[in-house]
């Protein structure tokens, strides 16, 4: 992936955690709306940047089953169970040892991180769990933040990756989407960093991700291209009707006003969202306590 700019996040070198912090599994704690409160103050939200590796290999392991039904195909539940067993084993395999009394907690973000077994569905919620096993990497500091240009395009753009594969091949359902009204069925963190690596590209604006060609000679190189060439792959018919809010954004002027007006989409679509919320996990590396004014 070609390098972008993304903004860095203030200084995290005090968020390394002592010694002897006592790590707890993460659990839900946004049960009532009123709740929501808590999640938009809790230092969780400055928190949630990017890592992790493939799980590629046991979806090969794993073929779709012949089923009645066309979608959510329930070998999807054999590739979970693996992982569900399997996840502390492969987090304690990026975690030095002195660490390993953190593992069980940063596991769980994996877990939550690519999907749900019972509805075989995906969305922004898995999504986020990511970022945060990313951030939950950061705060130990298996992860430097100095590395965020890696994280997010070499890490997360093979997370993309992987979800993709399993979005295709178990035909998953989209969580919570809104259709046509939606930015996208399954992600949308790749759309903000995606414009922020696309700021001030010498001949690439924003209409251009609604020209086939563009799409096809840049995908490679550009987060969100091949973003838009996922949806094309997925979804048949004019582009405008399929991906609305997609197509509107297209006719912004500059990759800084798409990318500002992500974030504030984002934060409304899904971090402001109980359906979202009420499934994030908290624990002592993402706390919900408030943040404290310095």
Known sequence: ???????????????????????????????????????????????????????????????????????????????????????????????????????????????ESVGNSTRIDYGTGHEAAFAAFLCCLCKIGVLRVDDQIAIVFKVFNRYLEVMRKLQKTYRMEPAGSQGVWGLDDFQFLPFIWGSSQLIDHPYLEPRHFVDEKAVNENHKDYMFLECILFITEMKTGPFAEHSNQLWNISAVPSWSKVNQGLIRMYKAECLEKFPVIQHFKFGSLLPIHPVTSS
């Open 1 to 111: 992936m070609a390098e972008g700019e993304l903004q860095a996040p203030p200084d995290s070198s005090e968020d390394a955690p002592a010694a002897t912090q006592n790590f707890i599994i993460p659990k839900k704690e946004i049960h009532t709306v009123p709740d929501m409160g808590k999640w938009k103050r809790s230092q969780a939200i400055e928190k949630l940047v990017a890592l992790l590796n493939t799980l590629d290999r046991w979806i090969d392991e794993t073929p779709p089953v012949d089923q009645p039904s066309r979608f959510g195909n329930k070998a999807y539940r054999t590739w979970y169970a693996k992982l569900d067993q399997e996840a502390e084993s492969l987090v304690a395999t990026v975690v030095p040892t002195h660490l390993a009394a953190a593992v069980p907690e940063v596991a769980v973000y994996l877990k």
